[in-house]
């Protein structure tokens, strides 16, 4: 079956706001919560929750919903059926579909920003390293530092010796919870950053 139902709809949606708020898994859980189908009949927001069940096909709903959380982990039902959320989702639709091509352009955004690529991940006197301000300015995306935190593994570092305990550790919780829903092609990422260094020795 290719839609949720309304219930289905809300299910999911309420285990991945618990996944992005709370130590909830929701990937160990298989995305069950405690709240029942009589339960969420008594709800108001029941709904804005049948209408995104036939907006979206289950699969569509799901990207949907990560791509909302990931802008803001405490969205309501209401939010969801805003314009606003419905550009979300294309930005982070386009985003997965076009990863390979976006990585390239922000290696290559990160790398003409310095003279050596090593710049771009230090810490200096408790201040944001440059890549974490390149995405916060919007010149490279939030998937593109997780990939290359994947092969260097330096956000422990940054959690160590940057000095913000309020923003920085938000997006270091961001990354952590949308890791199990982000996939993409290791081995084509590390070629394409492999490649890159060797153009810059």
């Known amino acids: 079956m290719n839609e949720a139902g309304g219930y289905d709809a809300f299910a999911m949606f309420h285990g991945l706001k618990l996944h992005f708020t709370t130590n909830y898994d929701y990937v160990k859980?298989?995305?069950k919560i405690s709240i029942g189908k009589d339960a969420f009949m008594l709800r108001k927001d029941k709904f804005h929750f049948y209408k995104l069940s036939r907006k979206y096909k289950k699969d569509e709903l799901f990207g949907f919903y990560i791509a909302n959380l990931l802008h803001n982990p405490k969205c309501w039902?209401?939010?969801l059926i805003s314009d606003d959320a419905d550009s979300e989702y294309k930005v982070w639709l386009k985003t997965q579909q076009s990863?390979?091509?976006l990585f390239e352009q922000d290696i290559s955004t990160a790398f003409d920003s310095v003279d050596n690529?090593?710049?771009l991940l230090k810490v200096v006197d408790g201040?944001?390293?440059l890549l974490y301000n390149l995405y916060l300015h919007d010149k490279v995306k939030k998937e593109t530092v997780m990939i290359l935190n994947n092969f260097m593994n330096f956000i422990p570092m940054w959690s160590k010796k940057i000095d913000d305990d309020i923003i920085f550790p938000e997006f270091v919780k961001s990354c952590e919870k949308y890791k199990p829903f982000f996939s993409y092609d290791e081995q084509k990422m590390k070629k394409i950053l492999k490649d890159k260094l060797c153009q810059l020795a």
């Open 127 to 129: 201040q944001y390293p």
């Open 99 to 101: 990863l390979t091509y």
């Open 77 to 79: 039902a209401g939010d």
């Open 29 to 31: 859980y298989h995305g």
């Open 117 to 119: 690529p090593e710049e």
